[in-house]
Nanobody, 121 residues
Framework: QVQLVESGGGLVQAGGSLRLSCAAS????????MDWWRQGPGKQRELVAQ???????NYADSVKGRFTISRDNAKNTAYLQMNSLKPEDTAVYYC???????????????WGQGTQVTVSS
């Protein structure tokens, strides 16, 4: 069994900062890319940021220069530092990862339960 658990969401004023965490646990052999997605009210889920196992990163244009994704491979944890938050960043943020498990030895997609981020104007 593998679980992804997000934390760090909340309510913040525009211009403020939040740091999200995503911790993977269970029978993990290796974690490939880890991503953060978000789904705002009435919107489709969109990719916010991605980090490879080697540390290469990609960002949505809407968050470049404001958000930073990082990971601690020893802790099986990814982070999303969000600065200069805007009301349009309001969404449920989800963590996703492709994870190799030990038994059976296979790779699957895993999602966290989501954490709410609300930015007030």
């Amino acid at each position: 069994q593998v679980q992804l658990v997000e934390s760090g969401g909340g309510l913040v004023q525009a211009g403020g900062s939040l740091r999200l965490s995503c911790a993977a646990s269970g029978s993990i052999l290796n974690i490939n890319a880890m991503d953060w997605w978000r789904q705002g009210p009435g919107k489709q889920r969109e990719l916010v940021a991605q980090i490879s196992s080697g540390g290469s990163t990609n960002y949505a244009d809407s968050v470049k220069g404001r958000f930073t994704i990082s990971r601690d491979n020893a802790k099986n944890t990814a982070y999303l530092q969000m600065n200069s938050l805007k009301p349009e960043d309001t969404a449920v943020y989800y963590c996703h990862a492709k994870i190799w498990t030990r038994a059976p030895m296979t790779v699957n997609d895993y999602w966290g339960q989501g954490t709410q981020v609300t930015v007030s104007s």
